[in-house]
Nanobody, 117 residues
Framework: QVQLVQSGGGLVQPGGSLRLSCAASGSIRGINSMRWYRQAPGMQRELVASITAPGSTYVVDSVQGRFTISRDVGKNTIYLQMNSLKPEDTAVYLC???????????WGQGTQVTVSS
């Protein structure tokens, strides 16, 4: 079992920045990658960024150049640094862990990010 606990998020004005954190605990050796998803009201859940166990990263085109995924191995924590935020970035953001079997078995509790003036 893996537990994911998120922190960060909130209300920010357009152009502002936020950082989300996701701390993993438990059987983390079984994790192949960690991911950030987001889901806006009435929209499908969207993959935003991912980082693999060896450290390779991916961010979706819509946030390229504005969002950065990183990790602190010693703290078993991943981060999503979000800069130049836009109203369309408003969503619930969730972290997830992909197991070595390719399944997304573990999810954080979700955190609301609202970009509004």
């Amino acid at each position: 079992q893996v537990q994911l606990v998120q922190s960060g998020g909130g209300l920010v004005q357009p152009g502002g920045s936020l950082r989300l954190s996701c701390a993993a605990s438990g059987s983390i050796r079984g994790i192949n990658s960690m991911r950030w998803y987001r889901q806006a009201p009435g929209m499908q859940r969207e993959l935003v960024a991912s980082i693999t166990a060896p450290g390779s990263t991916y961010v979706v085109d819509s946030v390229q150049g504005r969002f950065t995924i990183s990790r602190d191995v010693g703290k078993n924590t991943i981060y999503l640094q979000m800069n130049s935020l836009k109203p369309e970035d408003t969503a619930v953001y969730l972290c997830a862990a992909e197991t070595i079997y390719g399944t997304l078995d573990y999810w954080g509790q979700g955190t609301q990010v609202t970009v509004s003036s």
